[in-house]
Each structure stands twice: as structure tokens, then as C-alpha cells.
């Protein structure tokens, strides 16, 4: 009884430092918020969270636009690479699919960005083909 309950506080104790990560997109500084994409990168890429992601991808969605958007090149790449992840876990379901859906005009912006860094352009194709392999229903 007590390592189910020491594996469940362990559990939680993770799903908070998840939930904290992602408040830290939001952050004023950059400089968090690549700690956050960092540490959400590792997370996404080491467990399957897709029950912890499922209802929070609207909330994580939203803010991986606004690093997309207001970042410069390696907040963008990280977010790039974040992007990817969070298609991976979601899936090739309907959850999925409309994270792609939202996201994809943004990732073909700064694709298409010559001013743009190098790092974050590369990020966001690769964004942009996994995410189209893994959720696109549309088969165009």
C-alpha cells in the first residue's frame, strides 16, 4: 500500500512541476520561459502524458503560439520542438488534429520567415511535417 501511495505522491509531485512549467510559458521574461520549454521538452520526450495533456493542450496550445510568436530564434525552435512532442502525445486523434489545426498557419509564418533564425525555421518544418504525418485528417 504505502509504494502505490509514495508512486501516486511521486505522481503528482510531477504533474505540479508540469503545471508550473507550463505557467512559466507566460512568463515575462525569456529567458523562463526557454527554462519551461526546456523542461517540458525532457518531460514530453521521456513519458507518456497524453492523460495529463489532454485536458490542458488548449492551455499549452495557446501558449506555444504566443512563444512562437512573440520568441526569437531559440525560444521558437524549442517551442518548434515542444509542438512536436505534444503531437506525439496527443496522438492521431481528434485532440491531436486540432492542435495541428491551430498551430500550422503559425508554424508556415515563421517557416517562411527570412528573418527568422535558421535553428527556429528548421524547427518549426520539422513541427510542421511530423505534426502533418502524425494528426492532419486533411489528406492534403
Do not use: W
Not at 509531485?13 to 523562463?32: F, G, I, Q, V, Y
Request: charged residues 25%.
Amino acid at each position: 500500500g504505502s509504494e502505490a501511495a509514495g508512486e501516486q505522491g511521486q505522481e503528482e509531485e510531477a504533474e505540479d512541476r508540469l503545471k508550473e512549467h507550463m505557467d512559466n510559458l507566460l512568463d515575462k521574461s525569456a529567458k523562463t520561459r526557454q527554462v519551461a520549454l526546456q523542461s517540458l521538452h525532457l518531460a514530453f520526450s521521456s513519458k507518456t502524458l497524453s492523460e495529463f495533456l489532454l485536458e490542458r493542450r488548449l492551455m499549452l496550445t495557446d501558449s506555444l503560439e504566443k512563444c512562437l510568436k512573440k520568441g526569437k530564434g531559440e525560444e521558437q525552435a524549442l517551442a518548434g520542438t515542444v509542438l512536436t512532442l505534444l503531437c506525439l502525445q496527443m496522438g492521431s486523434g481528434p485532440e491531436g488534429e486540432e492542435v495541428f489545426r491551430s498551430l500550422k498557419p503559425l508554424l508556415i509564418s515563421v517557416l517562411t520567415d527570412s528573418t527568422a533564425s535558421p535553428s527556429a525555421r528548421q524547427s518549426c518544418a520539422t513541427a510542421l511535417g511530423m505534426c502533418c504525418y502524425i494528426a492532419a485528417a486533411d489528406l492534403e
